[in-house]
């Protein structure tokens, strides 16, 4: 293929812009891009109010110990009265909506050597995938040491993950070992609870709606609200306290509002507050050191909705030091303890309970109940959003391995023609376009690397935060996000280059003029027009690149790199 000849080229150098001309146009081309970038920044932002700021409830006392009247001087088991015996059963239950079925392991501890009726407990499982034999040891130990017939389940979670479990079933689940329970003989059918953490807080209340019986619950770290509302929360709060840059902050709220609807992921917006789940006396414990769990809008909450049922037998108590499973240091370690007295005041609460006796000590004590910020009620699924992220991230991932094949092709074809000799151009870019695009392509792919790696270092700080640890100094979880918005800036100010110097070559090549059939079939057919002559000359004069290959190397690239530029818009990057 031939080149441009002299004469052209020292044509076209006669013609090449001023910088002041370069700059006239380049300002309005990056202040249309700004202005796009910034538009959907804007568009996709979520409202949310935080306030109202650091709320408290006051407690009574900060003695948490849990007495009762015992006018009839009854003998009142304790914590370690009994030895305590195990064995184990197994059951199956079905989950209705696939026809699953899961075979599960039982292990049920009793007090030896006592006779007649006993209450009973059944323990349900936090998030993950808890088993009978390594969940719950030390307080169903305690329970049972105190007289109480215990059951620890394999977590009902037939072929679902932690993103679709299915609460309905799991409730179904474990009243069927609630069942279980009332049919040994040395149980009381009449005096069975429920112990339950955390995420199944929402199974308790699709359970105690159902069966009516169940006598009582121990409610540890309950997450009461919606799972949308609860960890969007939690998301939000943490994010802020271990010092996230507000902008890191801004992606709770995008994220929170996705529609899970649309994944066939339906537990967002499960409506669990209802009187029902209240109506028995309850039990919650809460930790101070708790950085998952709303506890002043919780705890109000859950009173709100059992004094709604006619219940005012509601024990709160908050442990300091505690954290979300009540318990001292860091969650990742294992055999951390339970927080001091908790076990003490949990027993005495269920035996005092169970024997029918009228509670003497303050309902609500222990440490003051705080809480940073508001739950996000405001906060609800947006389908038009959810739809644009799924677009927009999913064409910038497609652009991006696209592109990133063809320069590995590229490269590949680079090599065969060194090792052959070739002379022939691989990608034949013209007028400085290919080390231009390297140039670009590379620091936009290099902010997007910033961007991912200040958002996976705030998530560890918030993991390192859940599991008990202590917050660090913020750094780059803090200092990132201006950087990325200011590197951001920086690489839309260079493709408006980019484009502006294609506007100025196309000019040159007299392109921009008003076009017609003949000049439009020859800027087709990528030739020129020679006017000295009016005949076509058998030359490429290319825009771009001497080669398909590289035009459409470039195209695809500028078009995977303004996806990311739109990726960043998304999360708020452009929020200045």
């Not at 069942?179 to 199944?200: F, K, M």
């Amino acid at each position: 293929m031939s080149c441009v000849s002299n004469q052209d080229q020292s044509a076209e150098s006669s013609k090449v812009w001023s910088w002041s001309k370069r700059l006239t146009l380049s300002l309005p081309i990056f202040i249309i891009f700004i202005a796009l970038l910034t538009s959907v920044s804007n568009a996709t932002a979520v409202p949310w109010n935080n306030n109202p700021i650091d709320q408290s409830m006051e407690t009574v006392d900060s003695d948490t110990s849990v007495n009762f009247a015992n006018p009839q001087q009854l003998s009142l088991a304790q914590r370690g009265s009994y030895n305590v015996v195990e064995r184990r059963a197994t059951i199956d239950v079905k989950q209705s909506a696939t026809g699953a079925t899961q075979h599960i392991h039982i292990l049920i501890r009793e007090p030896q050597g006592i006779r007649g009726k006993l209450p009973g407990i059944v323990f349900m499982h936090g998030a993950g995938y808890g088993t009978a034999e390594d969940s719950f040891g030390d307080v169903a130990s305690d329970l049972s040491s105190a007289g109480f017939v215990s059951a620890v389940i394999d977590k009902p979670v037939w072929n679902t993950s932690d993103a679709n479990r299915d609460y309905p079933a799991s409730a179904k689940a474990y009243d069927k070992v609630i069942d279980y329970l009332r049919q040994l003989s040395n149980v009381d059918a009449s005096n069975v609870g429920i112990y339950a953490t955390s995420e199944s807080t929402w199974i308790s209340s699709y359970l105690l709606q159902s069966d009516h019986a169940v006598a009582f619950q121990i409610l540890l770290s309950p997450m009461v609200h919606s799972p949308r509302h609860s960890l969007g929360f939690l998301a939000a709060q943490d994010f802020a306290m271990v010092g996230a840059n507000p902008g890191y902050q801004s992606i709770v709220r995008r994220l929170f509002s996705a529609d899970l609807d649309l994944f066939g992921l339906h537990n967002m917006d499960i409506n669990t507050l209802k009187p029902a789940a209240y109506a028995i006396p309850t039990f919650v414990a809460y930790g101070a050191k708790d950085v998952m769990t709303a506890q002043v809008d919780g705890a109000q909450t859950i009173m709100k909705l059992a004094h709604e049922a006619n219940n005012w037998n509601v024990t709160i108590r908050n442990y300091p030091l505690a954290n979300h499973v009540l318990r001292l240091g860091d969650e990742a370690q294992t055999n951390t303890p339970l927080v001091d007295s908790y076990e003490n005041d949990m027993v005495d609460w269920a035996v005092g309970v169970t024997h029918g006796l009228k509670q003497t000590s303050q309902l609500v004590t222990g440490a003051t109940i705080t809480q940073s910020i508001a739950v996000p009620f405001d906060l609800k699924s947006r389908p038009t959003l959810t739809v644009y992220m799924l677009v927009i991230h999913g064409a910038a991932l497609i652009f991006i391995l696209t592109t990133i094949i063809m320069w590995i092709v590229a490269l590949i074809r680079k090599f065969r023609s060194l090792l052959r000799r070739d002379s022939r151009h691989i990608l034949g870019f013209t007028h400085g376009f290919g080390g231009i695009l390297i140039l670009i392509t590379g620091t936009t792919l290099a902010t997007l690397v910033l961007f991912f790696s200040g958002l996976a270092q705030v998530v560890y700080a918030v993991v390192k935060l859940v599991w008990g640890g202590a917050p660090e100094t913020a750094g780059m979880i803090y200092w990132s996000w201006p950087v990325i918005q200011i590197v951001s800036t920086l690489v839309v100010w260079a493709w408006s280059r980019v484009f502006a110097r294609l506007i100025e070559v196309a000019s040159i090549r007299g392109l921009l003029k008003i076009p017609t059939l003949a000049t439009i079939r020859d800027f087709l057919l990528k030739r020129h027009r020679d006017n000295r002559h009016d005949q076509i000359k058998d030359q490429t004069l290319p825009v771009i690149s001497y080669t398909r290959f590289g035009k459409a190397l470039f195209v695809n690239t500028t078009i995977a790199m303004f996806c990311v530029l739109l990726l960043f818009a998304f999360w708020g990057l452009f929020i200045y």
